[in-house]
């Protein structure tokens, strides 16, 4: 059973670019939440897919956004990239909400941008 | 004001011994879930272990446990018989909501832990 894939694993791009990352969910989970670590700190929420439509948002600029498929895997795009945008770029796939679950992230390893 | 603090940016413990992770919370949601998260340095991050505000007991996995103190607001996590390839960051993190409900997590500062041969 396949965990959550994520790619690239590394890229980089120069201020200005626009990027473009993929993430597939684990088997089975039907939510798909994005999350920017910057070096030395922990995770912050970006936003969160269910249903292909865009449910709850952190405090992040319009320049990102995202994009959920019928199959649950799921985009993040950010556009005209800024130097601070440099980070490693989390995406963690959950179960339905039905089944009163405890709201486990499952977290694939990322994807490192480096913007130069 | 943050939500999730954890006050100890490094750690170091001797291999085989005990050690605790502190964790302190801040929410007026009476629903809500506690998680630790460790990060090796390949990024990803492994869930460990899970406590619900309604919980009565305090949540065991293995060699991890979690001290909950409701009053204090506080959730610490204590790794026993500390092993090399405990050696990691460790996250403390919180969803505000029921169960299966606002996914949305909450992450501390994290804390390094070496543990030494």
């Known amino acids: 059973d396949a965990g959550v894939t994520q790619s690239p694993t590394h890229l980089i791009k120069t201020r200005g670019q626009q990027v473009t990352l993929r993430c597939s969910p684990k088997?089975?989970?039907?939510?798909v939440s994005w999350y920017q670590q910057a070096l030395g700190q922990g995770p912050q929420f970006i936003f969160q897919?269910?249903?292909?439509?865009?449910?709850q948002r952190g405090n992040f600029p319009d320049r990102f956004s995202g994009h959920q498929f019928p199959n649950y895997s799921s985009e993040l795009n950010v556009n005209a990239l800024l130097l601070g945008d440099s980070a490693l770029y989390l995406c963690?796939?959950?179960?339905?909400?039905?089944?009163?679950?405890?709201?486990?992230?499952?977290f694939g390893e990322g994807s490192r941008l480096t913007v130069l | 004001a943050q939500k999730i603090t954890q006050t100890q940016p490094g750690m170091f413990v001797q291999e085989k011994e005990a050690v605790t992770l502190d964790c302190t919370y801040d929410?007026?949601?009476?629903?809500?879930?506690l998680f630790w998260y460790k990060q090796p340095s390949s990024g990803e991050m492994i869930f460990l272990i899970y406590?619900?505000?309604?919980?009565?007991q305090n949540a065991t996995e293995g060699r991890y446990s979690l001290n909950f103190q409701k009053a204090r607001k506080s959730a610490n996590l204590v790794i026993s018989a500390s092993q090399l390839g405990d050696s990691a960051m460790y996250f403390c993190?919180?969803?505000?909501?029921?169960?299966?409900?606002?996914?949305?997590?909450?992450f501390g500062s994290g804390t390094q832990l070496t543990v030494l041969p």
């Open positions: 088997s089975g989970h039907d939510t």
């Open positions: 963690a796939s959950s179960l339905p909400t039905s089944g009163g679950n405890t709201g486990e992230l499952f």
């Open positions: 929410t007026s949601d009476p629903s809500y879930g």
């Open positions: 406590q619900g505000s309604y919980d009565q």
């Open positions: 993190a919180m969803r505000e909501g029921l169960s299966g409900s606002a996914r949305q997590l909450t």
């Open positions: 897919y269910y249903e292909e439509e865009e449910r």
